[in-house]
């Protein structure tokens, strides 16, 4: 990887770290209203159960993506980063500004 698409790299993962902060804090919040929302007022009780199932997903999914990004961006100086660590080969670059976080090339996340 060249040193300008690393520095390119680097800025994305920034970025998505803030972005993926912002969706934990939305979703922090709305888990904190529903938790003080009781059912059969607003909402029923089975909008209100699958109101906070899926916000408790959403806000799991933003965690573990947070995680991952926050690895990639302490990696990304290391001379291994953008490998992919079953092939070993090479990730595309432009697969890496897609999906920063991913350790893994297509071919090998098909598998
Ligand atoms: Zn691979």
């Known amino acids: 990887m060249k040193k300008a698409e690393r520095k390119k790299l680097a800025e994305k ?3 998505e770290i ?8 939305v979703q922090e919040e709305a888990a904190n209203l529903l938790s003080k929302e009781g059912s059969g007022r607003r909402f029923g009780l089975k909008e209100m159960i ?6 408790e997903g959403e806000l799991r999914a933003a965690k573990v993506r947070s995680n991952k990004l ?3 961006s302490k990696k ?3 001379p291994d980063f953008g490998i992919c660590f079953i ?3 090479a990730i595309p ?3 890496l500004m897609e999906m920063p976080e991913t350790t893994r090339c297509i ?3 098909g598998e």
């Open 76 to 78: 990304i100086d290391d």
């Open 87 to 89: 092939c070993e080969q």
């Open 70 to 72: 926050e690895r990639a």
């Open 93 to 95: 670059v432009a697969r």
């Open 107 to 109: 071919k090998c996340e």
């Open 50 to 55: 699958k109101a906070r199932a899926t916000n």
């Open 18 to 25: 803030g972005e993926v902060k912002r969706l934990i804090a």
């Open 13 to 15: 993962i920034a970025s």
